[in-house]
């Protein structure tokens, strides 16, 4: 079992709030999260805002695409459940820092550059965690700053296929790796982590929000020895550490 769990708000979190705003952020905190994952995009007017989708549809009371919308055209409808705004990137970090660490999803390849600027100008790329799903991307960032840290979403990932990582992984032959991996949950097993940890990767599982009884999952994965939880429900973090306080 691991004894170093990374706990980590999936997009804040998802439950009682609405996610990748700064008070889903905060949620995940005041339970524990260590880190706090989110996803950034581009408006057309070239702001770096936070959300999951490439329109406003899903979660806000608005419509549209993001990369075709200004900024305040994005921050006035407010989230669908609070109507809390959108935040950008920059007021996220400037929130938070020195506070909980960041997990950063990619959602566009061209943000890499302008992420990083933002980052450094922050002084935070040792408090963050650079994630995505191309591979050459995280590649690209890594021989920039080879001392941050990247995750390869490797679910839908692309550059490296999870079946050929776990091939290429168990002979030790990966050309290139990343510091963790990230895989949804119902594709992990103990093969899968210990192809990571054969090779320094971390392990890393999100998506627990469809079962019955997540708790069970998110244990079971822990005694498969996984390194690290994106949390959808900000309160089973405290359940899953008091949990481990007594085994």
Avoid: Q
């Amino acid at each position: 079992m691991t004894t170093k769990l990374l706990f980590i708000g999936h997009r804040g979190t998802r439950t009682n709030s609405d996610e990748n705003t700064i008070e889903a952020f905060k949620k995940a905190l005041e339970f524990g999260a260590n880190y706090v994952e989110f996803d950034v995009r581009k408006t057309k007017d070239e702001k770096i805002v936070i959300i999951h989708d490439s329109t406003l549809d899903r979660t806000t009371n608005g419509s549209g695409l993001i990369k075709n919308l200004n900024y305040n055209e994005v921050l006035k409808p407010g989230t669908k459940n609070h109507k809390y705004k959108i935040p950008l990137l920059s007021e996220t970090l400037k929130s938070l820092k020195g506070r909980i660490k960041f997990m950063i999803e990619l959602k566009e390849d061209d943000l890499k550059d302008t992420i990083l600027d933002m980052v450094k100008n922050f002084n935070l790329l040792d408090d963050c965690i650079f994630s995505g799903r191309n591979l050459t991307v995280l590649e690209y960032i890594k021989s920039a700053y080879p001392n941050t840290k990247i995750c390869y979403n490797i679910t839908k990932g692309l550059g490296l296929e999870i079946t050929e990582f776990m091939r290429l992984g168990k002979l030790k032959k990966l050309k290139f790796k990343p510091d963790m991996i990230s895989l949804r949950s119902n594709l992990v097993n103990v093969e899968f982590i210990e192809t990571c940890h054969i090779n320094n990767i971390k392990s890393l599982a999100w998506d627990f929000v469809s079962y019955d009884d997540p708790l069970f999952i998110i244990k079971s994965m822990i005694n498969m020895g996984i390194d690290g939880l994106l949390f959808d429900d900000h309160r089973n973090i405290v359940k899953i550490k008091c949990w481990l306080s007594k085994t």
